[in-house]
């Protein structure tokens, strides 16, 4: 638990520091005019399409699951999506949220492989979508985009998500190959840094096997018995995109502008590449500086910070707040969380 709040207060105090400067280089007398001329009912409906926004990714995950014969009720599975974009704003590059959703879908009955099948899945369903989507947006920003450094950071996020996204469909397709390749970087691995350092990377080695193993049979199963599932799965990622995507744009009417939707949408997929790349928790720090960078396009100068600020709190801090409450709900009853009460009772 000392971990956890390490991690929200390192992710949060990123994020906060973040925003504080875009707001300072940003901040002019016009900004503060614009602020008090605020429309608060744009900005609670950008609030709500975000939250609308993880229905959709629980009815995703609800017609991924009934393809595989196993019936989740549409609440059961927003929450296993709440819960997971809490974990997923504390983990480097966002990538704990993942894991527990196929630990929750595993608490529900379901078999280690088709809970992975189904995660994995949508997560493969939003990397195509997006991997499509970014020659569109760089034709929409084409000449628009000034900062030569972020064209650089574009470039390398989308190089990285291709050869992840490739990875993950080669190792479906010819499993034994990775796992060969991963066992000549271990042995090579081993012998530059010792026995000690080698034994640790060969556990981690045999894990990994077992995760492709995984990795390949859950994915035969959309191939086969659960294709309608990944039809309906793809239907539902488009449609939660485009539902994520608007925020912004309310946003912006919020503040009295009319936003461009097409360019507001093909900043936000470029961005998603970018975010890809950080290591730091929840992507916090990075997405702010890159946001002011791709929003710069469409959006004002004196109102670029409020406006990543307010696209930040939306779509982080909702996060947090609404996925930590979400998760001590769901993982109250774990031995973890008894262990921990029962520690802090005896303590008073």
Do not use: C
């Not at 995760?211 to 659960?226: C, K, P, Q, V, Y």
């Amino acid at each position: 638990m000392k971990n956890q709040a390490k991690w929200i207060a390192s992710s949060i105090l990123i994020s906060i520091i973040s925003i504080v400067l875009v707001l300072i280089l940003t901040m002019n007398s016009k900004t503060i005019e614009i602020a008090r001329e605020i429309r608060p009912g744009y900005i609670l409906a950008a609030l709500f399409i975000h939250l609308f926004s993880f229905f959709i990714w629980g009815l995703r995950i609800r017609s991924m699951a009934s393809a595989l014969g196993h019936k989740i009720d549409l609440k059961t599975s927003a929450e296993m999506v709440i819960s997971g974009t809490f974990v997923a704003a504390l983990t480097p590059a966002s990538i704990g949220g993942e894991p527990l959703r196929i630990h929750l879908l595993r608490q529900r009955k379901m078999p280690v492989g088709q809970a992975t099948a189904v995660i994995l899945g949508e997560r493969v369903l939003d990397a195509l979508l997006i991997l499509l989507a970014v020659p569109f947006s760089l034709y929409l920003l084409h000449g628009l985009l000034s900062n030569s450094s972020l064209d650089i950071v574009i470039i390398l996020g989308e190089f990285l998500s291709i050869i992840i996204f490739a990875l993950m469909i080669y190792a479906t397709m010819k499993p034994r190959y990775i796992k060969l390749a991963i066992h000549r970087l271990v042995e090579w691995t081993a012998r530059l840094l010792g026995k000690k350092t080698g034994d640790k990377l060969h556990k981690l080695s045999k894990s990994i096997d077992r995760e492709i193993d995984e990795f390949h049979a859950s994915i035969n199963i959309f191939l086969t018995e659960g294709r309608a599932g990944l039809y309906s799965g793809l239907i539902y990622t488009v449609i939660y995109w485009i539902v994520e995507f608007s925020s912004l744009p309310v946003i912006l009417m919020g503040l009295n502008q009319a936003p461009s939707i097409l360019i507001s949408f093909a900043a936000q997929v470029l961005l998603m590449i970018v975010i890809v790349i950080p290591s730091t928790p929840g992507a916090s720090g990075v997405a702010e500086l890159a946001a002011i960078s791709l929003f710069s396009v469409f959006v004002p100068a004196n109102i670029l910070g409020i406006t990543v600020a307010g696209w930040r709190g939306i779509t982080f801090y909702t996060n947090i707040i609404a996925g930590g409450f979400v998760s001590f709900k769901l993982l109250k009853d774990t031995e973890l969380v008894k262990k921990y009460l029962n520690q802090s009772q005896s303590e008073v």
